[in-house]
């Protein structure tokens, strides 16, 4: 089995730099398992790696899709399955860091996706509700699946209900998935109080609004009409937030407010899911010796060649 890293946890907690810090001390290259970062032109909002961060460490999935192409969890499974295989037959220790559950786990796992069909009269039909009565609809027909989809994703809930709809139930389809890790994975975590991660979550949107946010993503909207902001990747936290500031709705300060807040959600989000879905052995960054117990772990996961 080839050998993977992955570096996981919520939001604002620090993976990027111990990702990069990883890679030199254990000679390795990092793949971004972040839904976010592969838009070019979306860097602040996102936290992108600057160059100078990198330090020459390599990082794939970053800035390699227009914000206006499709990237789901298939597109990334298989590109970067493509990565470590490279990176194994180069010799380099692969490093996935991300807090897209789900592309973390579609990868360390057999998970196999089909092309799903799709009833367009019951497409049509779902898009004349409001977010309320499609997830009440959910909760009906399969209530298991609205454990891991948030009642605002519209996009899941409606694709949950197709699957309902079409006889097969996501939580179904899920449980059919054999979950046999394909890879020799370490899943690390890095954790720390929640005051704290709260803290450091609200600095990272306070330096996003200083290093032109805003500006990010008028050059984004700009050419564009209001339909923009349909766009899969403008419903990240940090872009979708800024709708109603660019029509008039509402300040700068109260869209910070608002991001900081849906980032603090989705932290708490974050952690549940990795506590449920995958086996992480969490490292509190508040302890003080968090680094060196972490890197000895994957010392001795490299020395295990088993």
Known sequence: MEKI??????????????SIELAKHFDGEIISGDSMQVYRGMSIGTAKVSEEEADGI?????DCYDFDEEYNVM??????RKAIHSMTQRSKLPIIVGGTGLYLKSLYYD????EEE?????????????????????????????????KNNRKRVERALMRAHLGQRKSDAEQQQQHKPIYDALVLGLTCDRD???RRINLRVDKMIADGLEEEIRKLIEPRDESVWDLQSMQGIGYKEWKQYFLGNQTVEETAELI????????????????????????????????EK?????????????
């Open 111 to 114: 998970y196999e996706f089909h």
């Open 260 to 291: 900081k807040k849906n980032s603090r959600q989705f932290a708490k989000r974050q952690y549940t899911w990795f506590n449920n879905q995958m086996h992480v052995e969490w490292f509190d960054i508040g302890d003080e010796d968090w680094h």
């Open 75 to 80: 597109i990334f499974q298989s590109e970067a």
């Open 5 to 18: 890293l992955i570096l996981a946890g919520p939001t604002g907690v620090g993976k990027t730099k111990c």
């Open 58 to 62: 390599v990082h794939e999935l970053v």
């Open 196 to 198: 704290e991660l709260y």
């Open 294 to 306: 972490l890197f000895a772990r994957v010392k001795e996961w490299l020395a295990n060649k088993g």
């Open 118 to 150: 799709i009833d367009e009269e019951f497409s049509a039909f779902l898009k004349e509700r409001s977010n309320d009565e499609v997830y009440h609809m959910l909760l009906i027909v399969d209530p298991k699946a609205c454990d891991t989809i948030h």
